[in-house]
């Protein structure tokens, strides 16, 4: 099974900062990875797929990069609704499929 | 729109079964593989079961593999998971998620607003 860790856990910035979220999975999983938002009470909305690609309508500052075994999603500057968690997700070997253990964005 | 409901959740007492559904609308749901993804109280992600668009291949979480079993009925656009034997552990939020792409098992967008199951005597 393939285990996705996510750094940090929390990430406390002001709106306009620059957020950048990393997930490290214990093997390759090429480019097989997923970004996902989930806010208080909602279900989980996919940001990105395949390590790079923008999700339908999901804004140009969420970026995704990376390859292998580490990863990166990048919020060029945070709006107010962007507070949230995130969570990495493989689909590169499986089942199952796994998620990591999220990061939580918070309001400095 | 593309829609997903869950339906079924409730308290159950452990050793009890449950049977949650999925009614989709929106797209053509015999084209995609689907999902049920469960999330405990405060706690992270944890993918359960996919079954393929046709209904061909389904494949479990070794945690409820032998319990649990994924079926979908095409004719009425609608998703089941059966729970039986439910454990403490199994207490949770149970969405159910469509792959991203038709007859191909990737990512799960969209998900629907979740069904919470709570196990306890």
């Known amino acids: 099974e393939i285990v996705l860790t996510q750094s940090p856990a929390t990430l406390s910035l002001s709106p306009g900062e620059r957020a950048t979220l990393s997930c490290r999975a214990s093997q390759s999983v090429s480019s097989y990875l997923a970004w996902y938002q989930q806010k208080p009470g909602q279900a989980p909305r996919l940001l990105i797929y395949d390590a790079s690609n923008r999700a339908t309508g999901i804004p140009a500052r969420f970026s995704g990069s990376g390859s292998g075994t580490d990863f990166t999603l990048t919020i060029s500057s945070l709006e107010p609704e962007d507070f949230a968690v995130y969570y990495c997700?493989?689909?590169?070997?499986?089942?199952?499929?796994?998620f990591g253990p999220g990061t939580k964005v918070d309001i400095k | 729109q593309v829609q997903l409901v869950e339906s079924g959740g409730g308290v159950v007492q452990p050793g009890r079964s449950l049977r949650l559904s999925c009614a989709a609308s929106g797209f053509t749901f015999s084209n995609y593989g689907m999902h049920w993804v469960r999330q405990a109280p405060g706690k992270g992600l944890e993918w359960v079961a996919v079954i393929w668009y046709d209904g061909s291949h389904k494949y479990y979480a070794d945690s409820v593999k032998g319990r649990f079993t994924i079926s979908r009925d095409n004719s009425k656009n609608t998703l089941h998971l059966q729970m039986n034997s439910l454990r403490d552990e199994d207490t949770a939020v149970y969405y159910c998620?469509?792959?991203?792409?038709?007859?191909?098992?990737?990512?799960?967008?969209?998900w629907g607003q979740g069904t919470l199951v709570t196990v306890s005597s």
């Open positions: 997700q493989q689909r590169a070997n499986w089942p199952p499929f796994t």
């Open positions: 998620a469509r792959d991203h792409l038709p007859s191909a098992t990737a990512y799960f967008d969209p």
